[in-house]
């Protein structure tokens, strides 16, 4: 007989002598702790419950060893009589402890690294070490890895004790295998569709042109639900996916996957019926089903169809309504439906609180919400509160909360990020005809917190200098009415130009949002009052003089413009959705005296439309209209005409591909502008980074200038396409790069010849 069978051969005679003798315990006399090499020995003997001087029975020393075992230290307990006497025994503990960790290694894990990996590792140097702790190790690691759609991975875990400190150190090697790939997708049990039309809704494991689908088993079951969802839009209402298989490929490199189908059979949709409505009548709530008597069973089409009728309420106020659907099927595969409506309560507003905002002051942003305490809970008025908040573009994120804090109100919180929005108006271009053209000076558009908007810039160039100063006020008096001032004095000229152009006067603004046709829109009018000399003619254009100026003489010019704007972006830096449609009317002269004569007229249209995912498409339209009020052609100034070409820097309207200026009728060497214009652009941007806006942008642009309005022919365009990127950094504004090719270059030889063009700037928007 083995030392070790002798040693439980002496416990159990030593249990049973105690069982025995439960009438008369037995009184400890002495506690002996044996085997502890980290642990401490009075650790042991308060958890084992055992004092000296304790009356003990075999019941106490059971529990004794169960209590030691729960410390998750020892691999091996005992508890043994060393010897006895008429007044008592002497126990000695035993304890074989578990090795503590010194080290543990991975090797083999090349797609497992970093925290995804640190995650299961949850054992430290110098903890204890047990057997369930490398099962767990494993197991985790296995299912890590299946998650990742290694199947195949093989992990082994194997433990030494060190002769140094007696400590383990612990090696996992992994063998990863390759990454297993769902290769085909088949069908069991599909009678009404093709295998094929069945594998189009399988999205998370189907095989594309690109890659085989991943093996996981999440991804399966959402599968499941797709198929069956798929299925009961198609009338089919007891459609099942009754179980799944999978089978290696012979390289088992890859998995031949199997649906069992349980199709059913096909039900139509007989009586509507509505119970519990107050607030719609059954005709208005019955407007918002998609589905009609008669129809196949849908029941995607249905539950949109609840979903837009919890809307309703929603939107109204009731913020806890809830439309039951109860489903009774009769004879014919013809299923009844009796909608029970549970309106609850309407709700109503409270209060407001305004959070987050260190600089704006509140009634900045309280003033554009159009959802106000004491009114019913409209969710609508809400989302266009925040749409209000957000265009000013003075946050980086704004969050509606609503609180219940009674049966029938809630508290409405809006909490804003702050972000800058003074800019140091540091801009900066470059063209071929202008050279360097830039900007120095700085744009408060949120002075002092109130909302008001304070600029000063200085522009200069090779042939282009200008100072502007400028202040507005949006709300004036508290009211929805704006009011502005500027003042600029403008130089241009040069060998390019073949004269001197100076130009020095100011403008004031007054504008009013409008509630018609809806609150989108907004009227401006800004009265102009200017001076104008030219000078310094060339021979060269003195002998053209197509615009028949007039040198070192004086004109005065007065004019009023009106602006009609309706603005309906969700945001300013990267508009997903709405539009910007703005009228432009100018009329100089006529009863506003002055020696220019002459009005003019410009529409631009812009469209923002989401695609797939984050990617957005930009319509921007622009056409005008310049015409004089006599027959004298100086009744325009020359730099009222229109231009095109470059990215319009300085003058004019931007054509990427092609140089500043370029498009539209020439004399000479000189751009003379035109009459009419226009221009269709299409961009698709992509967003990078939200906060600082990044974006890449594709486009595709045409535009023309023509002398004349007979003459113009929006099917006569000067085309171009390219890439290009912008960045929205604070305190600086927009960045921009683009690469165009213009299309309508010509040789020597009247041929096309293309040509690609670089636009970089800073502080502008195309």
């Known amino acids: 007989m083995t030392k070790s069978r002798w040693r439980w051969l002496v416990i159990m005679m030593f249990v049973l002598a105690v069982s025995a003798q439960a009438q008369d315990r037995l009184r400890v006399l002495g506690i002996a702790i044996e085997g502890n090499e980290g642990t401490d020995a009075g650790l042991i003997r308060a958890h084992s419950g055992i004092s000296v001087g304790q009356d003990i029975s075999g019941d106490d020393v059971q529990a004794a060893i169960r209590q030691l075992w729960k410390l998750n230290l020892f691999s091996d307990v005992q508890i043994i009589e060393e010897r006895s006497t008429a007044e008592g025994v002497y126990l ?85 295998g390759s990454k297993v790939k ?7 049990g599909n009678q009404s569709f093709a295998d094929k039309k069945l594998r189009k809704k399988v999205r998370t494991t189907r095989k594309t042109l690109f890659r085989s689908g991943e093996y996981k088993r999440e991804k399966i079951e959402e599968d499941k639900l797709a198929l069956v969802a798929f299925y009961q839009s198609q009338g089919f209402r007891d459609a099942e996916i009754v179980g799944d298989t999978a089978v290696y490929t012979p390289d088992r490199r890859g998995i031949q996957l199997t649906y069992r189908v349980s199709e059913g059979p096909i039900y139509t949709y007989g009586d509507f019926s509505w119970n519990g409505q107050r607030l719609f009548t059954e005709e208005e709530l019955a407007k918002k089903l998609r589905v009609e008597s008669g129809e196949k069973y849908n029941r995607e089409a249905f539950d949109r ?5 919890g809307s309703m309420y929603y939107d109204k106020g009731y913020i806890y309504a809830g439309v039951t659907p109860n489903e009774m099927v009769r004879e014919g595969q013809i299923v009844d439906v009796k909608l029970d409506v549970a309106e609850g309560s309407e709700f109503k507003v409270n209060q407001i609180f305004v959070t987050g905002n260190t600089k704006t002051k509140e009634k900045v942003i309280r003033r554009e919400l159009v959802l106000y305490p004491g009114e019913t809970f409209d969710v609508s008025k809400l989302r266009r509160s925040i749409r209000e908040v957000t265009i000013l573009n003075y946050f980086a994120s704004v969050v509606p909360d609503v609180v219940p804090v009674s049966e029938n109100q809630v508290d409405l919180y809006v909490d804003v990020e702050e972000k800058s929005t003074d800019q140091a108006n540091v801009s900066a271009g470059y063209s071929q005809r202008d050279k360097f053209i830039g900007s120095l000076g700085f744009q408060m558009n949120n002075l002092l917190g109130n909302g008001q908007q304070f600029a000063l810039d200085w522009n200069f160039g090779q042939v282009y200098q200008a100072f502007s100063i400028s202040f507005t006020e949006p709300w004036f008096r508290n009211t929805r009415t704006l009011l502005g001032f500027s003042f600029f004095d403008t130089h241009r000229g040069g060998s390019y130009y073949g004269f001197d152009e100076d130009i020095i006067g100011g403008t004031a603004r007054v504008g009013r949002r409008l509630r018609w046709p809806d609150d989108f829109f907004r009227l401006d009018y800004i009265y102009r ?23 070192d003489q004086a004109r005065v010019s007065s004019g009023v413009t009106q602006i009609i704007t309706r603005d309906s972006r969700n945001e300013a830096e990267f508009p997903s959705l709405g539009s910007v449609n703005t009228l432009r009317t100018e009329i100089t002269g006529g009863p506003l005296f002055g020696d220019d004569q002459f009005f003019k007229n410009e529409i631009g249209s812009q469209w923002y439309a989401p695609l797939l995912g984050d990617l957005v498409l930009v319509s921007d339209t622009k056409v005008g209209v310049v015409e004089q009020l006599s027959s004298s052609s100086r009744d325009i100034p020359y730099f009222d005409y229109f231009f095109m070409g470059g990215s319009g820097l300085s003058l004019g309207t931007s054509l990427r591909g092609y140089d500043e200026r370029d498009v539209g009728p020439q004399s000479g060497n000189y751009p003379v502008g035109g009459k009419t214009m226009f221009k269709q652009s299409f961009e698709l941007r992509y967003p990078i980074v939200r906060n600082p806006t990044i974006y890449l942008l594709g486009f595709a642009e045409g535009g023309n200038v023509w002398s004349r309005y007979e003459d113009t022919n929006p099917g006569d365009l000067r085309k171009s396409v390219g890439l290009g990127a912008r960045l929205f950094m604070p305190f600086i504004g927009m960045i921009g790069l683009d690469y165009g090719f213009g299309f309508d270059y010509y040789d020597s030889r009247g041929l096309r010849d293309g040509k690609w063009l670089p636009h970089f700037q800073f502080g502008r928007t195309f």
């Not at 769902?182 to 069991?188: G, N, T």
């Not at 169809?305 to 009728?309: C, G």
């Not at 104008?532 to 100026?549: D, G, H, I, Q, V």
């Open 92 to 176: 000695r503990i035993q304890v074989q402890e578990y090795r503590r960790l010194d080290r543990i290694t991975v090797r083999g894990n090349r797609k497992l690294k970093g925290d995804d990996l640190n995650s299961l590792l949850k054992l430290t140097s110098g903890q204890v070490v047990r057997p369930a702790d490398v099962t767990r190790l494993r197991s985790s690691m296995i299912k890590k890895y299946e998650e990742m759609g290694f199947l195949l991975a093989d992990i082994q875990v194997e433990q030494d004790t060190l002769e140094s400190n007696g400590r383990v150190k612990v090696d996992v090697e992994v063998r990863e």
């Open 182 to 188: 769902v290769r085909h997708v088949d069908f069991d």
């Open 305 to 309: 169809s609840l979903a837009e009728i």
């Open 529 to 551: 009052l200017d001076r104008t000399k030219y000078s310094n003619f060339t021979s060269e254009f003195e002998a053209s003089n197509p615009r028949s100026l007039v040198e």
